[in-house]
């Protein structure tokens, strides 16, 4: 039996290795499309059907149940994550299964046997997990380690202005200007920070809310933003991403 998968995942290395992992231990399988955003999977499942969907809960335009508030679901999904912070139990209702990042062939396996398990396609609950999500004691991250040569320091999240990701780096900067590199990538802080302080601007730039210096419309949807310490690139929030910017600054 083919099994049609569509895959939702942000990072192209971890699409490559689902994939290719995928079709080793299933040889079945057939990939029907590889998206990395929530617009473009709105807009794919709105037309298309999978007989199965792997899904990133953290993409780069936001968290990935905000899908299910704008098309229906009836097919099973398995989540991949990098953190199981959330309320991961919940994830594995009616069949649902997850994955915690970098994915286990393994793993990868008994996901699929649980998958072959059901015997009809059914509506996933959507309300229960938007009630756990909602529902869970979320802990955030309040310090990072950082290092200048030999110098290992502490910085809490009252001292960073904002994240810059450029080019395969990602960095940290203080309210004081001062700039370092971290171990990690803007996917992951999105998971990692409080989101009542902190905001993804765009593919770039995460800020905190103290940072926010001046904000300019620059089209009837679009915001040109101006950060403290001041970054060396113009920050623009495009038109997909401004309503949730105000309503966080709403918030």
Same mark, same amino acid.
């Given at each position: 039996?083919?099994?049609?998968v569509?895959?939702? $995942?942000? $990072?192209?290395p971890?699409?490559?290795?689902l994939e290719?992992?995928?079709k080793?231990v299933?040889?079945?399988?057939?990939?029907? $499309?590889?998206?990395d955003?929530?617009?473009?999977?709105?807009?794919?499942?709105? &037309?298309?059907?999978?007989?199965?969907?792997?899904?990133?809960?953290?993409?780069?335009?936001?968290?990935?149940?905000?899908?299910? $508030?704008?098309?229906?679901?009836? +097919?099973?999904?398995?989540?991949?994550?990098?953190? &199981?912070?959330?309320?991961?139990?919940?994830?594995?209702?009616?069949?649902? &299964?997850?994955?915690?990042?970098?994915?286990?062939?393994?793993?990868l +396996?008994?996901?699929?046997?649980?998958?072959?398990s059901?015997?009809?396609k059914?509506q996933?609950? +959507?309300?229960?997990?938007?009630?756990?999500?909602?529902?869970?004691?979320?802990?955030?991250?309040?310090?990072?380690?950082?290092h200048?040569?030999?110098?290992?320091?502490?910085v809490?999240?009252d001292?960073?202005?904002?994240?810059?990701?450029?080019?395969?780096?990602?960095?940290?900067?203080?309210? &004081?200007?001062?700039?370092?590199i971290?171990?990690?990538?803007l996917?992951? %802080?999105?998971?990692?920070l409080?989101? +009542?302080?902190?905001f993804? %601007?765009?593919?770039?730039?995460?800020?905190h809310?103290?940072?926010?210096?001046?904000?300019?419309?620059?089209?009837?949807s679009?915001?040109?933003i101006?950060?403290?310490?001041?970054a060396?690139?113009d920050?623009?929030?495009?038109?997909?991403?401004s309503?949730?910017?105000?309503?966080?600054?709403?918030?």
């Amino acid at each position: 039996m083919v099994i049609k998968v569509l895959i939702i $995942e942000d $990072e192209k290395p971890a699409q490559e290795h689902l994939e290719r992992i995928l079709k080793k231990v299933e040889p079945s399988v057939q990939i029907l $499309e590889k998206i990395d955003s929530i617009k473009d999977a709105v807009s794919w499942l709105s &037309d298309h059907q999978a007989d199965l969907i792997f899904l990133d809960i953290h993409l780069a335009d936001g968290i990935s149940f905000s899908i299910f $508030e704008q098309v229906n679901i009836e +097919t099973p999904i398995i989540f991949t994550t990098a953190y &199981d912070a959330y309320a991961i139990q919940a994830f594995k209702v009616n069949s649902i &299964d997850y994955l915690l990042k970098p994915i286990d062939e393994d793993d990868l +396996t008994q996901s699929l046997q649980k998958f072959k398990s059901i015997q009809s396609k059914q509506q996933i609950p +959507t309300d229960l997990l938007w009630k756990a999500l909602q529902n869970t004691t979320k802990i955030y991250q309040e310090r990072f380690i950082v290092h200048r040569g030999e110098r290992l320091m502490s910085v809490t999240i009252d001292q960073i202005a904002y994240f810059e990701g450029e080019d395969r780096y990602v960095y940290l900067i203080k309210k &004081d200007g001062s700039k370092f590199i971290i171990d990690y990538r803007l996917s992951d %802080l999105d998971a990692l920070l409080d989101p +009542t302080l902190f905001f993804r %601007l765009n593919r770039s730039f995460i800020t905190h809310f103290d940072s926010i210096a001046s904000m300019v419309h620059v089209s009837k949807s679009r915001i040109k933003i101006e950060l403290s310490p001041q970054a060396k690139r113009d920050i623009v929030i495009s038109t997909e991403n401004s309503q949730g910017f105000k309503k966080w600054l709403n918030q």
